[in-house]
Each structure stands twice: as structure tokens, then as C-alpha cells.
């Protein structure tokens, strides 16, 4: 993987959410202001987040957030982030071509179009400046909506036959080959049965040879198998990241980047993707 | 058409769909329950819900395309399975009738009982599935109205069109209920609430 000429390495990575949003569902307008998404920013790269991804307008249902404030949200982030991390991935969380165009512009180097590709051109502005796209799957939902009563006859073939088209899409715009992500897109047009199905057939997304993000972070497809909030939904999540990076997914959207960090690296340890960080007992 | 009960179909309404959740919600399946029994003295009972296609649906109740492990089957749609899965104790012979449309297909002769599947808006709150929309709350509203008076016109009056935009799969059943009842009925309505944001209504014509 490679996004505007910087290189990923081999190896289980973390993507660390930064929402400068008031009101996104976990966080919850913690780092809304540019001070404290800054130090957002800071913290998630000394933690050895190797993609940092910026939002302007949180998920869910809720105000509309004009094109002009998402980009200045995000533009301001992304520009004072450049400056301070020259070779850390940045990514924009946006699914509005704009938005990505004025990003990209102040140095991001991914657009995270988490939204299933409403606007096709998006693809086109991440070919334009050489960044990375992430192609996701939202069952064809409008963004910002909440799934209600949908239906798949086989959830991981449709994901599976959507992302590869979106993938395949996006090099056809001309994004590169090696800088594109596909992200099943846990809870987007999903009810929790159906976001468990397409974690428990990573393998099948694996498989397509497109490397995998996982967005799953405290994720209501968690919350609802514990039945608990968000704030309560640390190990379920990372139950699923082992799970899914056990089976080959290979970006981990997360909000807990040290939590997240350790259970990857375990996971590449035993996967031998990795080696130990110490290796003494009993070698002495 | 003898008796009519009217039901929502939220899939959560099955235990097994629901997970632990469906205990939460008693009052809706006390509710429901008490108005299929109204059904139970007629000879055949005709369920009418939405559907992908304005036609007669055969087969069963199939939760797989909601993510639940269930029978390979011939499958109805959920809100005819909906149906089906509440009357499976009355022992009548059914007849599942899909609405897509304004199209209604042939009931057939002969007295019978008529289970009405079908919710309110989905946009009652900003946790609903729909988003607050300011009209969902006036919207379930006259539907409870209509749905409480008995009288085939004032149901009739219910735009499909307003209510497609606010996500009720209501309307088009309820007009049948309109079309089949012929006169004013004795009607109640037991149960109006949106737990979730979708407004759920209950209640018989008889």
C-alpha cells in the first residue's frame, strides 16, 4: 500500500479516528475544536497510529453540515497535521468530492469515502492528487441513514461483488492500483447480524486480493451483542479485530489505538507476520 | 370480511430475531396477541402486508435475509411472514396477499377474517430509522385517528405518498382494510406507541 508516495508497512495497521465533529456517537465533540483535535492528531501518532483519519461530520442522522464548514473542519485539521507529521498517512472521512478535493489540496493523502460512493467523481479527485481510496459498502444506503428492516439474500457475496466493483472502479478513474482500500462497512446498511456475517467471512473480502479495512470500532454491532453503550464496547471491538486480522484484514479503524495496537500485534505475532519485541524466556 | 385485526411488523417482534430484546417489549405483544384472537372464529383468515410485488405470496416465514439462521424455504415477504409467524396458532387456512401498489389482489368469496400488516411512520424521533421528520408525529396521528374511528373514508384519506416518504408501510394495507370493511365498524385501537421511532399501531374492525 502507498498513498501519495508514502509506503505502509507489511503487517496489521492502525487507522485512529479523529472527528472533528460535536456531536459524533462515541467521542462525542471531544476534539470538535482545532486545539483538541490537534492534540488528537499528536497523540494518536506518538501511540504509532500509522493513518489518521479525519472527519468533519459524524455518521449518524443529524444536521446537515454545509460543504464549505465540512471543508474548513477538515482542511484545518489536515493542514497543521502536515506541518507537524510530514510521513504519516492523513485521511479524510468524507464521502463529498469537494471535501476531498480541498484535502487532498492541504496534504491528505487517503479519502476514507465511507459511504458506499455517493458521488463517483470522489474517485476521481483521489486519482487526481495520487491518494488512496477507501471503497466502502453501505448496501446502497443515502449517507447518514440508518438501516431499517434491510434485507441481503447473502450479505458477504453482496458486499464481496460491490467492493470489487467500486475497487475496480476507482483504478478505471485512475487511483492507483497498490492505493486502494476496501471496507465492508460494519453497520452501514446492516443490521448487527449482518455486519457479524461479513466479520466472520473476512476471508471472502481477503480473498479478493484488495486489502481490507475494518471499521468496527464500539460499533452498535458490538454494543448489541453485549447489550452496552458505547463507552463499554473496548473488548468486543477488539474481539472482532483479532478476529478479522487473524483472517487477513489489513487497516484497523479505531478510535483505541493502543488497545488496538497490542492486539494486532499479537494477532501478527502468532500469524507470523511479525516477530517478538523481546525473546527471552527461556533462552537465557 | 367478517373481522379485521391490524398489526406492525417490525422483525424484532420475533424472538428469534430479536435476541434477548424481544422481552422488552410486552405491552406490544400482549396487544398483538389479543387482536389476532378476534380472528380466530372465522373459517379462513387473508393477511395483507407490503410486499416487493402486488400479488398472492405462498410459503413461510424466512429471517435469512435479516442475517438469522433459518429453513431453506420458499419465502414470504416479512411483513406477510410477520403475519403468519403471529396467526399460527388459530389453525385457519391463509391466503397471504403482497401490496407494492395501489393494485389489490382478489381476496376471493365468502366471509373471512383479515389480518392488516402494516407501521406508521419510521421518522418519529432523531433515533428512528427515518430521522425526525416534523410530520411523522401528525402523520401516525391521523392514521391512529382513522384507524380508531371505524369509518372506511377517514382511512382512505391516508396519503400513500406522504406516507412513503416518511417510510410507513401502513398506508397500503389499511387502505384494503378501508376497502374490504364497506361500513363503518366497531373499531379500537390498544396500542399507539413508536419505542423504537416507527409508530406501531394495534387494534380490530369488527
Known amino acids: 500500500m502507498i498513498f501519495r508516495g508514502k509506503p505502509l508497512p507489511d503487517g496489521s495497521l492502525v487507522m485512529a479516528i479523529v472527528n472533528r465533529t460535536p456531536d459524533s456517537f462515541f467521542d462525542r465533540g471531544r476534539t470538535f475544536g482545532l486545539a483538541a483535535a490537534l492534540d488528537r492528531v499528536d497523540e494518536v501518532v506518538a501511540q504509532g497510529a500509522h493513518i489518521v483519519d479525519i472527519g468533519g461530520v459524524k455518521a449518524a442522522p443529524g444536521e446537515p453540515v454545509p460543504l464549505e464548514e465540512e471543508a474548513r473542519r477538515v482542511v484545518e485539521v489536515v493542514e497543521a497535521a502536515r506541518d507537524r507529521h510530514p510521513d504519516v498517512v492523513l485521511s479524510v472521512d468524507t464521502y463529498e468530492p469537494a471535501v476531498a478535493e480541498a484535502a487532498c489540496r492541504a496534504g491528505a493523502d487517503l479519502v476514507n469515502d465511507a459511504w458506499g460512493a455517493p458521488h463517483p467523481e470522489t474517485a476521481q479527485v483521489a486519482a487526481a492528487w495520487g491518494a488512496g481510496l477507501v471503497c466502502t459498502h453501505a448496501g446502497g444506503a443515502a449517507p447518514r441513514t440508518r438501516p431499517h428492516r434491510v434485507q441481503y439474500d447473502d450479505v458477504v457475496a453482496h458486499v464481496v461483488d460491490t467492493l470489487t466493483g467500486l475497487a475496480d472502479a476507482a483504478v478505471a478513474a485512475g487511483v492507483g492500483q497498490d492505493s486502494v482500500l476496501i471496507d465492508p462497512g460494519h453497520d452501514f446498511g446492516k443490521n448487527s447480524r449482518q455486519s457479524l456475517a461479513v466479520t466472520a467471512r473476512t476471508d471472502a473480502l481477503v480473498a479478493t486480493g484488495w486489502p481490507v479495512l475494518m471499521a468496527l470500532s464500539r460499533k452498535d454491532f458490538v454494543g448489541e451483542v453485549l447489550d452496552l453503550p458505547p463507552d463499554d464496547r473496548l473488548e468486543g471491538t477488539l474481539a472482532a479485530t483479532a478476529i478479522c486480522a487473524w483472517q487477513g484484514a489489513r487497516v484497523f479503524r479505531c478510535h483505541d489505538v493502543v488497545a488496538t495496537q497490542r492486539v494486532l500485534a499479537v494477532v501478527d505475532a502468532v500469524a507470523g507476520r511479525r516477530g517478538l519485541a523481546v525473546g527471552k524466556r527461556g533462552l537465557a | ?206
Not at chain 2, 367478517?2 to 396487544?31: I, K, N, Y
Not at chain 2, 388459530?90 to 396477499?97: C, H, Q
Not at chain 2, 382478489?106 to 411512520?121: K, Q, R, T
Not at chain 2, 402523520?139 to 382512505?156: C, I, K, R, T, V
Request: net charge negative; aromatic share 6%; with cysteine.
Open chain 2, 1 to 206: 370480511m367478517v373481522t379485521a385485526a391490524f398489526v406492525p411488523t417490525p422483525p424484532l417482534r420475533v424472538p428469534e430475531v430479536a435476541g434477548g430484546s424481544a422481552v422488552r417489549d410486552d405491552d406490544l405483544r400482549r396487544a398483538c396477541r389479543d387482536a389476532v384472537a378476534t380472528l380466530g372464529d372465522a373459517d379462513r383468515l387473508v393477511v395483507v402486508g407490503s410486499a416487493p410485488q402486488s400479488r398472492r405470496y405462498e410459503g413461510r416465514w424466512d429471517p435469512r435475509p435479516f442475517g438469522v439462521p433459518g429453513p431453506d424455504v420458499h419465502a414470504l415477504p416479512y411483513a406477510l411472514g410477520i403475519g403468519q409467524w403471529l396467526t399460527r396458532d388459530l389453525g385457519l387456512p391463509v391466503s397471504f396477499l403482497g401490496l407494492a401498489d395501489d393494485a389489490v389482489p382478489e381476496v376471493g368469496d365468502g366471509p373471512y377474517a383479515l389480518l392488516v400488516c402494516g407501521d406508521g411512520s419510521a421518522c418519529r424521533d432523531e433515533k428512528a430509522p427515518g430521522h425526525l421528520d416534523p410530520r411523522a408525529a401528525g402523520f401516525d396521528e391521523q392514521a391512529e385517528q382513522a384507524l380508531a374511528s371505524g369509518d372506511p373514508e377517514l382511512l382512505l384519506a391516508l396519503d400513500p405518498v406522504l406516507g412513503d416518504a416518511l417510510m410507513a408501510t401502513g398506508v397500503r394495507p389499511w387502505h384494503v382494510l378501508a376497502a374490504a370493511a364497506e361500513r363503518p365498524r366497531t373499531a379500537e385501537v390498544t396500542y399507539a406507541r413508536a419505542p423504537y421511532g416507527v409508530g406501531y399501531l394495534v387494534g380490530t374492525w369488527r
